[in-house]
């Protein structure tokens, strides 16, 4: 019978961290952005995605920083700070702070309290990593709300990741993976910054057919793999809103 019930007891906390570790993967947030985009405010999405590709970018350079090692089932690198808490720590505080209500300040910390351990019972990161990825990421709300209320935020976060990108290419033997963000980051922007005429008329249809030749070689190291991503990120901008075509329709 107890071993039966440690069974259970096991199952339903491996089944419980499965779920939490869900919201830090990168597709999770891809898909609230994307939702976001075709039903709400396109802006405002477009800019939670600015923020997590940029929050990337600096962690990357953190952990080249720091280089505190870090052994996983995957291998081996540099692990302070999580990346994964992080980025969810900025991105989510920044969608969800931004509205100014108390309720979503408690599923901000709410979703914190639940995906942190899930970051270690992976054990992709230990308890000082996460903790550290939260305090980064906490002390980075404040400058993206300050470029955010003087109408800076693009400009500000492109200065931050290209700072970033050039102080991570000094480093001497880099270990961390810098590059899949910052390519996200640049084909977001180039997106934001084209009018949407313009991107219809490039046709979305083509891009497709540019990210679907690239998916050839995505488990490569290769100039394609990276402009398959920026294409991708790309087009995320040439997305249709609903609420706007609703609203002209």
């Given at each position: 019978m107890d071993t039966a019930s440690a069974y259970l007891h096991q199952l339903l906390v491996h089944?419980?961290?499965?779920?939490a570790f869900v919201m830090v993967r990168v597709y999770f947030i891809a898909i609230i952005v994307i939702s976001g985009i075709l039903l709400g405010s396109r802006k405002t999405y477009l800019h939670v995605w600015l923020v997590y590709a940029a929050t990337a970018v600096f962690g990357s350079l953190l952990k080249e920083w720091f280089q505190i090692e870090l052994f996983t089932p995957w291998g081996?690198?540099?692990g302070f700070p999580s990346t994964h808490m992080q980025a969810l720590t900025a991105a989510w505080g920044y969608w969800l702070?931004?509205?100014k209500k108390l309720w979503l300040v408690v599923l901000w910390l709410t979703i914190l309290a639940l995906t942190a351990p899930s970051v270690v019972y992976?054990?992709?990161h230990t308890w000082i990593c996460v903790w550290g990825g939260i305090v980064f990421g906490i002390l980075e709300l404040p400058v993206v709300f300050w470029l955010e209320k003087n109408n800076r935020l693009e400009q500000g976060l492109?200065?931050?990741?290209?700072?970033?990108?050039?102080?991570?290419?000094?480093c001497?033997?880099?270990q961390t993976r810098m590059m899949e963000p910052l390519a996200c980051f640049i084909g977001?922007?180039?997106?934001?910054?084209?009018?949407?005429?313009?991107?219809?008329?490039?046709?979305?249809?083509?891009?497709?057919i540019i990210c679907t030749w690239l998916s050839n070689v995505i488990e490569s190291s290769s100039i394609d793999y990276y402009l398959g991503l920026v294409s991708i990120a790309f087009i995320l901008t040439c997305l249709p809103n609903f609420q706007l075509l609703k609203h002209y329709g």
């Amino acid at each position: 019978m107890d071993t039966a019930s440690a069974y259970l007891h096991q199952l339903l906390v491996h089944n419980w961290m499965s779920m939490a570790f869900v919201m830090v993967r990168v597709y999770f947030i891809a898909i609230i952005v994307i939702s976001g985009i075709l039903l709400g405010s396109r802006k405002t999405y477009l800019h939670v995605w600015l923020v997590y590709a940029a929050t990337a970018v600096f962690g990357s350079l953190l952990k080249e920083w720091f280089q505190i090692e870090l052994f996983t089932p995957w291998g081996y690198g540099y692990g302070f700070p999580s990346t994964h808490m992080q980025a969810l720590t900025a991105a989510w505080g920044y969608w969800l702070l931004r509205q100014k209500k108390l309720w979503l300040v408690v599923l901000w910390l709410t979703i914190l309290a639940l995906t942190a351990p899930s970051v270690v019972y992976f054990k992709c990161h230990t308890w000082i990593c996460v903790w550290g990825g939260i305090v980064f990421g906490i002390l980075e709300l404040p400058v993206v709300f300050w470029l955010e209320k003087n109408n800076r935020l693009e400009q500000g976060l492109f200065v931050w990741v290209m700072c970033c990108t050039v102080l991570w290419l000094m480093c001497s033997n880099t270990q961390t993976r810098m590059m899949e963000p910052l390519a996200c980051f640049i084909g977001v922007l180039i997106g934001m910054k084209i009018p949407y005429a313009l991107k219809q008329w490039i046709g979305i249809g083509a891009i497709l057919i540019i990210c679907t030749w690239l998916s050839n070689v995505i488990e490569s190291s290769s100039i394609d793999y990276y402009l398959g991503l920026v294409s991708i990120a790309f087009i995320l901008t040439c997305l249709p809103n609903f609420q706007l075509l609703k609203h002209y329709g």
